[in-house]
């Protein structure tokens, strides 16, 4: 069996393998800390560490998959965001839950996030050709949900659930805003052509890479940072 070495100029390798280690030591720490966790916030620190170790085991796939390969491990990045992104809908739900959010809120949450996440699945694999169409609706189904937490159910319940509850689901709102952001960035980073014009890596190798790059740095952000947020609110919210 040949063995795979990361390259010192291998940024992409090297992100995979950072991310692995991250989301792993993350998945311990939030599982650990259950133990001296508040009941009343034990199931939404569990979801976080759920995220972070959804993505763990993902990541070490992809971690060998892209040093074997040199490619990019699209199907199960979007398998990893399907699992993990409903689950921080999941997270918004059950802290605006004792301010009486609805199970329906959760659906149309998630339904938001399949869309999103369905139709950039199709843009980046099966119908590359209509990929700004693809990346169009998934961004609307993104603003969909950037407006429910920002200006809609979610940022009305927050507001009366407490101050704690509220400033932790403003600050998950500029994860979703600026911190899901990334994403599409790296979907035309890795656009063939670029999109709506924009060129930004002319090699189609190049171009996969930096969107592998960008991918990886978001999610270590977004999923771990999520999760950080939701463990500081269950401390500090008795
Ligand atoms: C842990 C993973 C997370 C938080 C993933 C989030 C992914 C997105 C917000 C992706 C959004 C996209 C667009 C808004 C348009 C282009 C296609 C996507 C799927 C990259």
């Known amino acids: 069996m040949e063995h795979l070495k990361i390259a010192s100029d291998n940024y992409v390798a090297f992100t995979f393998f950072i991310g692995t280690m991250a989301m792993m030591a993350a998945s311990v720490f939030f599982f650990f800390e259950l133990g001296n966790t508040n009941a009343k916030w034990r199931t939404s620190v569990l979801v976080s560490g759920l995220i972070t170790f959804i993505a763990a085991v993902h990541y070490y796939y992809m971690r060998g998959y892209n040093l074997a390969t040199g490619d990019s491990p699209t199907f199960f990045r979007y398998v990893d965001w399907i699992l993990t992104v409903p689950l921080m809908c999941v997270e918004f739900y059950l802290i605006t839950k004792k301010a009486g959010a ?135 919210e008795d």
């Open 102 to 236: 609805k199970i329906s809120l959760l659906w149309k949450l998630i339904l938001a996030s399949l869309v999103m996440l369905v139709t950039g699945y199709f843009g980046e694999t099966i119908d590359r050709g209509s990929s700004v169409m693809w990346g169009v609706i998934s961004g609307a189904a993104y603003f969909y949900i950037a407006y429910l937490v920002w200006f809609g159910e979610v940022a009305n319940l927050a507001q009366t659930a407490g101050k704690q509850v509220a400033k932790a689901t403003r600050v998950l709102a500029w994860f979703v805003l600026v911190g899901w952001a990334i994403y599409p960035l790296g979907y035309i980073l890795g656009t063939p052509g670029g999109l709506f014009g924009i060129q930004l890596v002319a090699d189609p190798a190049a171009a996969s890479h930096a969107m592998d790059i960008v991918y990886n740095i978001a999610d270590a952000i977004n999923k771990i940072g999520f999760g950080l947020v939701i463990y500081t609110l269950s401390r500090n």
